[in-house]
């Protein structure tokens, strides 16, 4: 995790070439000291904002203001900037990573809004994901809920030839837009009884639909659903508001096959599981 940092040795940010555009915008971002403290709402100007701008961008110009001013910057989550981390976790103007539709919040544009605009920030907000500081929420729920199946059992060695476990195109294209799910939490946000269901079956259905995901495949469900279930997320509402939201468009399909492997786990013998 990279968290943008006012200590005197972070490197300072030379934004003022970019800073020349035409663009004045309000900000209203969150900002909470920590978990235990109430947060609210604090407004900010900017002024000649580029639209070429990406949202982090805007939001490093906005701390250097604030550092320049001898002010506290926001805290935000970043690590990539390519849209493959999913740390760049932003509710911005009521949608997990902002206005457009398959786009994280780094590579969301300022050309996404307009001069003059009101922009509303906020942290993710679940249960399950505790406010660290201002924009970033702590989601290591997602890790143990990983760890605690998201694994497979292989022998060590040598590399198996590639053709020696066919697999049908259909199942590992399936397996492959499983896997593509970021782990940001933008299904979690925007649903709303904070369910990561789709999050979870996402990272069972890469294993489970390949040969590789087999031997463990009954249990892994079983695992990793009592382990959400013990981070206090809550149950899907069959909204579809998480596929809607998801930057990756990870299917409710997912979610579907999840629920048959479960129900299916319980008629399996642990031997054979």
């Not at 457009?100 to 009101?118: A, E």
């Not at 970033?136 to 760890?147: M, P, Q």
Request: proline content about 5%.
């Amino acid at each position: 995790m990279e968290l943008f940092s006012p200590m005197p040795y972070a490197p300072r940010l030379n934004l003022n070439i970019m800073s020349t555009g035409n663009m004045n915008l309000t900000l209203k971002v969150w900002r909470q000291k920590n978990n235990n403290t109430k947060g609210a709402l604090v407004d900010y100007k900017l002024a000649g904002i580029s639209p070429d701008m990406s949202f982090l961008e805007m939001f490093d110009v906005l701390n250097e203001d604030l550092i320049t001013k001898g002010e506290e910057p926001v805290v935000f989550d970043h690590d990539c900037r390519e849209g493959i981390c999913g740390m760049c976790s932003m509710f911005i103007n009521g949608r997990p990573h902002g206005p457009k539709d398959l786009v994280t919040t780094c590579q969301l544009h300022m050309r996404s809004f307009k001069d003059g605009d009101t922009i509303v920030v906020e942290p993710w907000r679940a249960a399950a994901f505790p406010v660290v500081k201002d924009l970033t929420v702590d989601r290591s729920a997602f890790d143990r809920v990983i760890a605690a199946g998201g694994f497979i059992s292989v022998n060590t060695g040598n590399a198996q030839d590639a053709n020696s476990l066919p697999i049908p195109k259909m199942q590992a294209d399936a397996a492959f837009e499983a896997a593509a799910c970021i782990g940001c939490g933008a299904c979690v946000a925007t649903c709303k009884n904070a369910s990561a269901m789709l999050f979870v079956s996402a990272k069972i259905s890469q294993l489970a639909l390949l040969p590789q995901g087999q031997p463990e495949r009954y249990r892994r469900v079983q695992s990793m659903v009592a382990q959400m279930d013990a981070e206090g997320f809550g149950n899907c509402t069959n909204t579809g508001a998480c596929e809607a939201e998801c930057p990756k468009g990870i299917s409710l399909e997912n979610i579907a096959r999840m629920n048959r492997d479960f129900a299916s786990a319980k008629f399996v013998s642990e031997e054979t599981i």
